[in-house]
């Protein structure tokens, strides 16, 4: 009787310690009752496996737009992201509060929803990771698989319920000028100088007449990351395109491509150009500011447990 107690409480000892410090192991103990096994705490290789998901589905689904979800994948981690509210500390990608309506059905959301649909089979495959994880790291990879710089990333995001959603007007309006751009972008705790280099994202994708109602891509190569859009800001003539549209620019060589407003105030602003002038020159000062901004970006809001030594740098795919 008493050996039957003290193997009782051996094993509940055992199996707690080995809940707590082996979460990942699970196998069979004495006599074969099945060990207690904790949650599962992804390591960084883990993370990594889901980046590779991420990248594999990206190369497979090349019958999208112009041939890669990415460009659409990078706009949902910075629609994610870009709600942040430095004064309340409201919005930010933590939450991923746009799986919800009225925050899905805003109107810069529109067509997100291919994103996230992209991204659902991966978080079947991982169910371990958050939606508010998963999001802002396909928007990493997105970027490294276009191209681009590594964005350095960690996780430590949790989702939250609807009642998270952020209020409607808190992502920039691309029919607007650089006053509202330092506005939106200063609420997030964004520099002029951060302003210019993530803009730098319309290197790749395009607008759409049935989500923002503009229509076309900012460069040649929409889906290859590049610092193409400063140069072409800076070398290229635009003109207002005459059409029933929104008002917006196109260039006067091809009148294929397009400039918002938003982007067209970032040569018009003194403060602005310096920054596009630089980066249109030297495409490596932009991927390293780019790669700044955007990790914090990226991280705005979110109650890390972590320091930053837990940043990733994940490896591209050959
Ligand atoms: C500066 C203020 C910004 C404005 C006004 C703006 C506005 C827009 C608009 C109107 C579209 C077209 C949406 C559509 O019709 O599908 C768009 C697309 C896009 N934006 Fe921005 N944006 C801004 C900043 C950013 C930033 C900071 C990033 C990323 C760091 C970004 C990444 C993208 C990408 C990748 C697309 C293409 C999406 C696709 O191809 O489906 N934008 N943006």
Redesign the pocket.
């Known amino acids: 009787m008493i050996f039957g107690l003290g193997a009782v409480a051996l094993l509940g000892a055992g199996g707690y310690l080995y809940a707590t410090d082996s979460p990942m192991l699970s196998s069979v103990g004495l006599g074969g009752t099945p060990k207690p096994t904790g949650p599962f705490v992804p390591k960084k290789e883990d993370y990594q496996k889901v980046y590779d998901a991420v990248a594999e589905a990206l190369i497979e689904n090349d019958d999208y737009?112009?041939g890669s979800y990415?460009?659409?994948v990078?706009?949902l981690?910075?629609h994610a992201s870009?709600t942040y509210d430095k004064e309340t500390g409201t919005g930010g990608s933590n939450g991923a509060t746009m799986r919800f309506a009225p925050e899905k059905d805003h109107g810069?959301n529109?067509?997100l929803h291919?994103?996230r649909d992209f991204l659902e089979p991966i978080k079947e495959k991982f169910p371990w990771i958050s939606y508010s994880d998963l999001w802002t790291l396909a928007?990493v990879c997105?970027v490294q698989e276009m191209g681009g710089p590594t964005i350095p990333w960690r996780p430590g995001r949790a989702d939250h319920d609807v009642s998270f959603c952020t209020p409607d007007g808190r992502?920039?309006?691309?029919a607007?000028d650089q006053k509202h751009?330092r506005a939106?972008?200063g609420r997030m705790g964004f520099n002029d100088q951060e302003?210019v280099a993530?803009?730098?994202?319309?290197a790749?994708?395009?607008?759409?007449?049935?989500?923002?109602?503009?229509?076309g891509?900012w460069t040649f190569s929409?889906i290859t990351f590049t610092n193409e859009y400063y140069r072409l800001l800076v070398e290229e003539k635009w003109h207002w395109r005459k059409w029933n549209g929104p008002a917006q620019f196109q260039d006067n060589t091809t009148n294929s491509l397009m400039m918002?407003p938003?982007?067209m105030s970032l040569i018009k602003d003194k403060n602005f150009k310096p920054w596009v002038e630089k980066y249109a020159k030297d495409q490596d000062l932009f991927f390293a500011h780019?790669g700044d901004?955007?990790m914090r970006?990226f991280e705005l809001g979110v109650p890390f447990t972590s320091g930053e030594d837990a940043r990733i740098e994940f490896k591209r795919t050959e």
């Open positions: 737009d112009d990415a460009p659409v990078l706009r981690g910075w870009g810069a529109a067509g291919a994103a928007a997105a992502l920039p309006d691309g607007k751009l939106i972008f302003i993530l803009a730098g994202a319309h790749v994708g395009r607008c759409h007449t049935d989500r923002s109602g503009f229509e891509p929409p918002l938003t982007d780019f901004a955007a970006l």
